[in-house]
């Protein structure tokens, strides 16, 4: 059976791969942000099991 394409949402935004080290700033956030790669997370599910495989190919 084939996996079903899917994507992961994470608080309002679609979810995506940061290259680098996470780096928290004062507030708990991401920093030194801006330069890091970006790529859109996808995601395809196993329909009889649900698990999952992700994949980060196309650039922000
Ligand atoms: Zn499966």
Redesign the pocket.
């Known amino acids: 059976?084939g996996l079903g394409e899917g994507y992961v949402m994470a608080g309002g935004h679609l979810a995506h791969w940061v290259s680098g080290l996470l780096r928290r700033g004062a507030l708990g956030g991401p920093k030194g942000y801006g330069q890091s790669r970006k790529f859109v997370v996808e995601v395809f599910r196993?329909?009889?099991?649900?698990?999952l495989e992700l994949f980060a190919n196309q650039p922000m």
């Open positions: 059976m196993c329909p009889s099991c649900g698990h």
